[in-house]
């Protein structure tokens, strides 16, 4: 079990801070390559696609307002508009919204970008917290880094079925044995450039008694992270916020965002419902599959609302 120091210590030794050079943005989506994709695409043995996200609400998780006109000649300043159809076609109508959300946080399914998360001041690759500017967003590694999506090759580790429960409780962590155990237990070995997604059986407890919990959770042990910089993992994600909380250290709140973000570029993918894909995965005996990840390409944020799909 690492100390505290040796998780500071994490910081230095697991940093990819100019392993792709100093301007580098990607982090450790640097390891899904062509070849990792085309491996991704050969997963595909069943033509089957789940979405591992969770629906957003109305109005718990958003705030929604949404504009009916039945007929679009009746809108307002429809007489004024260039296009004839709005003054003449009394046929057609339509609907719009407006809509306003908070991703980050232990509800919604989103993607951290490296920009997420500051240490000491700084963000990944050594830059300062000064480059994120309240009017503009971030200047350096946001989630629009990741543009042209992340598709890769994912790999579901069932933690909750290796330990023979429903779901761990709250405060219990994930260590590296546990992810072995799920490698040997559901054949499969996670991969250079792969994103591993964690189930822990939270998102059974969200489903059966629509709860969503306060800052104890289950979820990533900090001894975790040399493991996943060993293994190359480019993404992980997992049924909860990711670190187990409490987190064991004082003085480190949340190591595996930390370490993550800010040493390694590791990027994540945060309250995933899983259910859906460890149903399907043990129906069909299949632990890997094409995963596709699409952030919003919102100018300057720290991450995006996402859905991401798992196709076996």
Do not use: K
Request: proline share 5%; aromatic share 8%.
């Amino acid at each position: 079990m690492p100390t505290q120091e040796d998780v500071l210590g994490y910081f230095d030794t697991l940093s990819n801070w100019g392993r792709w050079g100093d301007d580098d943005e990607l982090g450790t989506l640097n390891h899904i390559t062509d070849d990792v994709r085309l491996a991704a695409a050969r997963a595909v043995r069943h033509g089957r696609s789940v979405s591992c996200a969770w629906e957003v609400a109305v109005p718990r998780d958003m705030e929604r307002s949404t504009t009916t006109c039945p007929c679009a000649a009746d809108m307002p300043g429809a007489e004024n508009m260039p296009a004839p159809g709005f003054r003449d076609d009394r046929r057609w109508g339509f609907s719009s919204e407006r809509l306003a959300v908070t991703f980050h946080g232990n509800t919604l399914t989103h993607l951290d970008s490296p920009c997420h998360i500051f240490w000491d001041g700084m963000m990944y690759n050594g830059r300062s917290h000064s480059l994120v500017d309240a009017a503009t967003g971030s200047a350096w590694a946001s989630v629009t880094a990741a543009a042209n999506g992340i598709v890769t090759r994912g790999v579901l580790l069932d933690i909750a079925s290796v330990r023979g429960v429903p779901w761990l409780e709250p405060g219990q962590g994930v260590y590296p044995d546990d992810l072995e155990e799920a490698e040997r237990r559901q054949g499969v070995r996670v991969r250079s450039g792969d994103a591993v997604l964690l189930r822990t059986g939270y998102g059974r407890v969200r489903h059966e008694t629509g709860a969503v919990s306060g800052f104890t959770q289950a979820g990533w042990h900090a001894s975790c992270l040399p493991w996943l910089h060993e293994r190359e993992v480019a993404l992980i994600g997992a049924d909860t916020p990711q670190d187990v909380q409490p987190s064991g250290y004082d003085g480190v709140l949340m190591p595996v965002h930390a370490v993550s973000l800010v040493a390694m570029g590791l990027w994540m993918l945060d309250n995933c419902d899983l259910e859906a894909c460890a149903m399907t995965a043990a129906e069909l005996g299949q632990w890997d599959f094409h995963l596709a990840v699409a952030p919003v390409r919102f100018a300057g944020t720290s991450g995006s609302p996402v859905n991401p799909i798992a196709t076996f």
